[in-house]
């Protein structure tokens, strides 16, 4: 057994190579004639497989390994087309998942292996054909040799050269620089499907395909007009029965002693079954395997080419689609009818656009897209996009099931001139996720402007977590004044992002953020032992003001089973009375909590701190559950106390009778009421009446740091 050879790095299995090289030698032994022995073509090819391996692993991609191993193996002798055949398919069947395990599974190491397919049949065909033609060069050399000596000693040189032309097994063909032809071997005459006599009346001219390019007449030119020796193209040509044939054609100029032109000498190598070889590889490399549409790689291959040729202010147009709900498709039917239902979808996307010349590709999984080439506008991409939403939302029958699905379609259409390709499918996406957002079966249409704002927020919840490692975040305090006495109480924290490139962010942009990503439980942490810090100075500062800190508890915070734990510690780190911390949770946080969150706020309140609920009269409170919480106050909502007015409106009369009832329900529950969002006299008066026992707002101030609440405490100690 021959060793695997070093690989420079992990990433390639030692025992999936061997296995992988073993499996092959035994295909090439079973497959035809093997000029070496076993040993020896296993150690070969297993080379060949760490080669391709690490071809699929390199950081800057290139196929030119597969050409190069391809052209070894017919260096080797190892030629049969069954073999060729198994190397080929094996490069993405087999070799990835065999020795690249870790890497199998990439999108990127799938695409990697189809190029280096295309490149090793490619390689072989290349080889192989090279090395035809080298030993067609020695037959041509014997030949004009032998005609060379035809002049010198005729009969025997004759016999030499037409054994040679017409026992050859490629064509070979002889013309003047007329085009008319003067002698055809018998493989010439066979594969254009003519007798050697019915070819011997006919000019090259007749037998070539109109759809070859001009360039290769302008080439034949050059050739027959003495500017250059040789020339080699692919071609095609017609048989007599009309069919096509594809060719390998090398042409000689055989010139007079002057130099003249004399005639040319053509050699043609039936290149059919290669062509269509290259064809089929080609489209299994551009197409998806399961519903036959364009794949990515020929997508944005097209897309591509449309916008290198488009003008700066032609539109181009993509329909980015999605199917809704698909996964329990495949979780309660089975794959099988998933991949059914696709070629289903696939069909009618594609039909719904035939004859616009719109090109429908799958780009994986459930999505697919469509680029609108041509349109006039928006209005014609999202009337494209309405006949695919129409098209998907037909009840499909799958089997015995009949499935309905929806789809959902980002909208892109733009000027070729104001984006690029992946601009274009980043906005693409971004407004297939908006459509998803919105509900099932709609479209939307791509908005710079909300992009833009995505795109800000995107960056705020990035920079979130740093921003709390570099201590970018700040405590404001506002003050929580007596009703009664205009006394401040209570001071509550309020965080601020001290952004260095944005200033000072307000808790609106991010909190939610940060109760999305998680980091809500650390940065809650962080206020609440600066709070307790700022609040513990303030106490033995000024031992007689009593002055609360309330802070805030999100609901995931509430919802952790540490809090209690870590309350206690900041408390006991800080030195602070916890009489003096007051945490606020909202109406819906609290409300209907079962196990752990109602264990815990009971233990919270067991440790002497006061829990008040923030924003009440918003959510649908259980008066009676609301009752069996150890809650020390109410915070009545914004919109309440905003409502009051002194215009005698009956809005306003009826936010204040609702003020009074909220008042009064928290006194019949032994809680105190604290008004937020007191901005006029008026209102303090109206609250006053309705006894509210605090308040707070921007007619008591606005949230400052904490140096001016000191300031503030200062001056009311020396009144």
């Known amino acids: 057994m021959a060793a695997v050879p070093a690989?420079?790095?992990?990433?390639?299995?030692?025992?999936?190579?061997?296995?992988?090289?073993?499996?092959?030698?035994?295909?090439?032994?079973?497959?035809?004639?093997?000029?070496?022995?076993?040993?020896?073509?296993?150690?070969?090819?297993?080379?060949?497989?760490?080669?391709?391996?690490?071809?699929?692993?390199?950081e800057q991609f290139s196929a030119e390994p597969g050409q190069e191993v391809a052209r070894a193996l017919v260096e080797a002798h190892l030629t049969e087309p069954g073999m060729l055949d198994w190397s080929v398919r094996a490069l993405v069947e087999r070799l990835p998942a065999q020795v690249l395990p870790r890497r199998a599974d990439q999108p990127e190491t799938a695409r990697r292996a189809v190029e280096l397919q295309g490149a090793f049949a490619a390689g072989f065909a290349r080889a192989l054909r090279?090395?035809?033609?080298?030993?067609?060069?020695?037959?041509?050399?014997?030949?004009?040799?032998?005609?060379?000596?035809?002049?010198?000693?005729?009969?025997?040189?004759?016999?030499?050269?037409?054994a040679v032309f017409t026992g050859a097994a490629i064509g070979i063909g002889i013309a003047g620089v007329d085009g008319e032809i003067i002698d055809v071997n018998q493989s010439f005459a066979e594969m254009l499907g003519y007798t050697i006599a019915e070819l011997r009346q006919i000019n090259v001219a007749t037998l070539a395909h109109p759809d070859d390019a001009a360039g290769m007449w302008e080439l034949y030119q050059d050739l027959i007009d003495g500017k250059q020796d040789a020339a080699r193209v692919e071609k095609r040509y017609y048989r007599k029965d009309g069919s096509v044939v594809w060719t390998d054609l090398a042409v000689s100029l055989i010139r007079h002693d002057d130099g003249r032109p004399r005639f040319t000498v053509a050699m043609i190598e039936d290149i059919t079954e290669r062509y269509e070889l290259q064809q089929r590889l080609r489209f299994q490399a551009l197409h998806d395997p399961l519903t036959g549409l364009p794949n990515r790689t020929l997508f944005f291959e097209r897309l591509g080419a449309l916008f290198?040729?488009?003008?700066?202010?032609?539109?181009?147009?993509?329909?980015?689609?999605?199917?809704?709900?698909?996964?329990?498709?495949?979780?309660?039917?089975?794959?099988?009818?998933?991949?059914?239902?696709?070629?289903?979808?696939?069909?009618?996307?594609?039909?719904?656009?035939?004859?616009?010349?719109?090109?429908?590709?799958?780009?994986?999984?459930?999505?697919?897209?469509?680029?609108?080439?041509?349109?006039?506008?928006?209005?014609?991409?999202?009337?494209?996009?309405?006949?695919?939403?129409?098209?998907?939302?037909?009840?499909?029958?799958?089997?015995?099931?009949?499935?309905?699905?929806?789809?959902?379609?980002?909208?892109v259409d733009c000027p070729a001139g104001e984006t690029s390709v992946s601009e274009l499918m980043k906005a693409a996406d971004t407004t297939l996720y908006w459509a998803k957002g919105e509900g099932r079966g709609r479209w939307a249409v791509y908005d710079p402007e909300r992009s833009a704002r995505d795109h800000a927020r995107s960056a705020l919840t990035a920079g979130l977590p740093a921003a709390l490692d570099r201590g970018e975040f700040v405590v404001h305090y506002q003050p929580i004044v007596s009703l009664v006495d205009g006394g401040m109480l209570a001071v509550e924290a309020l965080v601020?992002?001290?952004h260095p490139e944005q200033g000072l962010i307000g808790p609106d942009h991010f909190i939610g953020l940060a109760e999305e990503t998680g980091l809500i439980v650390?940065?809650?942490?962080?206020?609440?032992?600066?709070?307790?810090?700022?609040?513990?100075?303030?106490?033995?500062?000024?031992?007689?003001?009593?002055?609360?800190?309330?802070?805030n508890l999100a609901a995931r915070q509430a919802d952790d089973p540490a809090i209690v734990d870590t309350v206690a510690a900041v408390l006991g780190r800080t030195g602070l009375p916890p009489e003096l911390l007051q945490l606020e949770l909202t109406e819906s946080a609290v409300m209907g909590t079962a196990g752990e969150p109602l264990r815990s706020l009971h233990r919270l309140a067991a440790l002497g701190v006061r829990l008040a609920i923030d924003d009440f009269g918003t959510g649908y409170s259980n008066l009676a559950y609301l009752r069996r919480l150890p809650i020390h106050s109410l915070k009545l909502a914004g919109p309440f106390v905003e409502g009051i007015r002194s215009d005698g409106s009956a809005a306003g009369h009826r936010d204040e009778r609702i003020v009074d009832a909220l008042v009064r329900l928290a006194h019949a529950l032994e809680l105190s009421v604290t008004a937020e969002a007191v901005e006029t006299g008026d209102q303090v008066e109206r609250l006053r009446a309705l006894?509210?026992?605090?308040?707070?707002?921007?007619?008591?101030?606005?949230?400052?740091?904490?140096?001016?609440?000191?300031a503030r405490l200062r001056d009311e100690e020396t009144r």
């Open 691 to 710: 006894r509210c026992d605090t308040g707070q707002g921007r007619w008591f101030g606005p949230p400052v740091p904490a140096e001016e609440i000191t």
């Open 308 to 411: 290198d040729r488009a003008a700066p202010d032609e539109r181009i147009g993509i329909c980015f689609l999605d199917l809704d709900g698909f996964k329990a498709v495949n979780d309660s039917l089975g794959h099988d009818h998933g991949d059914r239902l696709l070629i289903v979808i696939a069909r009618r996307l594609a039909d719904c656009v035939a004859g616009l010349g719109h090109l429908v590709a799958r780009m994986g999984g459930d999505e697919f897209v469509i680029l609108v080439d041509g349109g006039a506008g928006i209005d014609d991409v999202v009337a494209v996009a309405e006949k695919a939403l129409a098209a998907v939302a037909v009840p499909a029958d799958v089997g015995d099931q009949q499935l309905a699905v929806t789809a959902s379609i980002g909208i």
């Open 130 to 162: 090279d090395r035809t033609f080298t030993q067609q060069e020695r037959i041509a050399r014997s030949a004009w040799q032998a005609r060379d000596q035809v002049e010198q000693a005729l009969r025997d040189s004759e016999a030499r050269f037409r």
């Open 522 to 551: 650390r940065l809650g942490e962080w206020v609440l032992r600066r709070a307790c810090r700022d609040a513990e100075a303030w106490r033995r500062q000024f031992p007689d003001a009593e002055l609360v800190v309330s802070v």
């Open 7 to 58: 690989t420079g790095g992990d990433e390639i299995d030692p025992a999936g190579a061997q296995e992988y090289a073993a499996g092959w030698a035994r295909a090439v032994r079973r497959l035809g004639f093997v000029p070496l022995s076993t040993v020896e073509t296993e150690r070969l090819l297993l080379e060949h497989t760490v080669r391709l391996a690490r071809a699929l692993l390199a």
């Open 496 to 498: 601020r992002w001290a």
